[in-house]
């Protein structure tokens, strides 16, 4: 199956700085990249939804300007957590799929994760 | 909105059992139902759908059939392994953008 790669796999940081994570997908072309974070024992929360050179959709009550998303190329999104706090620690998941939105049929494959630790 | 409850874990089997893991919905419409499952370090994967009411997904020995009258979409096996350890999340996706909403994950441990 299509292979979806995140880098790093963990980050620890101090508070106040940026991080950022990037997905990519590695055997295919993703038209569409998600975002979710994932809290012990929770499920995935979508974050936002990118199509590749158009901006971001953020789910409500994400903050865009916090947690900026960039899917410049058809294999690479961005997550860039700014100034980052304890709070926002967390195990953050990226998925691809070739099609776009509303299309039932289109799977997406998932990434393995990046775990930050906001100290 | 859309939901997904499915029981809490850990489920502890022991190999060769039969496994069952409950998940229910709440959806406008006619959902789209999946089980994604998560090894270890890895990223989900899409394990069995099924598209429609009555219809049955299955892969690896894994089925779960979509019961509209009881909005159900329970996971079962007829004998796990213990490489079937993992997390277990299902999901429903419906309306146009068809991203699916997940349940909290169900983690199995089969012991040999």
């Known amino acids: 199956g299509a292979v979806v790669s995140q880098h790093p796999s963990w980050v620890i940081c101090k508070s106040g700085t940026s991080v950022k994570i990037e997905c990519r997908s590695l055997d295919f072309q993703a038209t569409t990249m998600f975002w979710y974070r994932q809290f012990p024992k929770q499920s995935l929360m979508l974050m936002a939804t990118s199509n590749e050179g158009s901006k971001a959709t953020y789910e409500q009550g994400v903050e865009k300007d916090k947690f900026l998303i960039n899917h410049a190329s058809l294999t690479l999104s961005t997550l860039t957590v700014t100034s980052a706090h304890p709070e926002d620690s967390s195990f953050y998941i990226c998925?691809?799929?070739?099609?776009?939105?509303?299309?039932?049929?289109?799977?997406?494959?998932f990434g393995p994760g990046t775990r930050l630790t906001v100290l | 909105g859309d939901s997904v409850t499915q029981m809490e874990g850990p489920v502890t089997l022991s190999e060769e059992a039969f496994l069952t893991i409950n998940c229910t919905y709440t959806a406008t419409g006619y959902p789209s139902l999946f089980w994604y499952v998560q090894y270890p370090g890895e990223g989900l994967q899409l394990l069995l759908k099924a598209t429609k009411a009555d219809d049955k997904g299955s892969n690896k020995g894994f089925e779960a059939t979509y019961r509209k009258e009881t909005t159900s979409f329970h996971l079962e096996k007829g004998s796990v392994q213990v490489s079937d350890s993992a997390v277990y999340f299902c999901a429903l996706a419906s309306g146009g953008s068809y991203i699916p909403t997940f349940g909290r994950g169900t983690s199995l441990i089969v012991h040999p």
């Open positions: 998925s691809a799929r070739v099609g776009f939105t509303g299309d039932p049929y289109n799977e997406q494959f």
